[in-house]
T-cell receptor, first 114, second 112 residues
Framework: GNSVTQMEGPVTLSEEAFLTINCTYT??????LFWYVQYPGEGLQLLLK?????DKGSNKGFEATYRKETTSFHLEKGSVQVSDSAVYFC?????????????FGKGTKLSVKP | EPEVTQTPSHQVTQMGQEVILRCVPI?????FYWYRQILGQKVEFLVS????????KSEIFDDQFSVERPDGSNFTLKIRSTKLEDSAMYFC??????????FGPGTRLTVL
């Protein structure tokens, strides 16, 4: 069945460091891929998405590229800030439909120190 | 910016009691969802709802669960007889039909 695997956290970085959070997936067909972020005490916020191979999603300095050949959707940011401290979830949705039936990874907690 | 809202933010109940979690999706969205996140575990899909009926549900969504859109704005999740293992954060979400769903802030359900 479909699944998402994320790198284990927590990840601790200093401000302005480069961030990579790895995400790989297993899916039939051509799923859409998402990154969601959950700040402390809040719900899930859609950070970025990509719907087909080689698409790059980007938002707030974060980006991720849909790599079908490696079944990956790694999240990157060139220079993290303390305010980026949160839990990041990679997710995929089935091909077609409303794309709302998401399969999530376990989440990766990021802590950014000043 | 429109957002999904959920009430209450925290619900405490006794095992065996019925609970209703409420959500107001974004007004022009057509698809509605419930997810849950047990503490320390993955966010899990429960059910999707479209055109006044369930369009998809997971194995978790058994006969103890039901959803309803009683009017033009609310979307509810009912658990008929709560169990200890139902303790979790429950997220409502809505979608216009393409792209990822927008999530509410969640309701923390604690079953004692």
């Amino acid at each position: 069945g479909n699944s998402v695997t994320q790198m284990e956290g927590p990840v601790t970085l200093s401000e302005e460091a480069f961030l990579t959070i790895n995400c790989t997936y297993t899916a039939t067909g051509y799923p859409s891929l998402f990154w969601y972020v959950q700040y402390p005490g809040e719900g899930l916020q859609l950070l970025l998405k990509a719907t087909k191979a080689d698409d790059k999603g980007s938002n707030k300095g974060f980006e991720a590229t849909y790599r079908k050949e490696t079944t990956s959707f790694h999240l990157e940011k060139g220079s993290v800030q303390v305010s980026d401290s949160a839990v990041y979830f990679c997710a995929l949705s089935h091909q077609g439909g409303s794309q709302g039936n998401l399969i999530f990874g376990k989440g990766t907690k990021l802590s950014v120190k000043p | 910016e429109p957002e999904v809202t959920q009430t209450p933010s925290h619900q405490v109940t006794q095992m065996g009691q019925e609970v209703i979690l409420r959500c107001v999706p974004i007004s022009n969205h057509l698809y509605f969802y419930w997810y849950r996140q047990i503490l320390g575990q993955k966010v899990e899909f429960l059910v999707s709802f479209y055109n006044n009926e369930i369009s998809e549900k997971s194995e978790i969504f058994d006969d103890q669960f039901s959803v309803e859109r009683p009017d033009g704005s609310n979307f509810t999740l009912k658990i008929r007889s709560t169990k200890l293992e139902d303790s979790a954060m429950y997220f409502c979400a809505s979608s216009p039909g393409t792209g990822g769903p927008f999530f509410g802030p969640g309701t923390r359900l604690t079953v004692l």
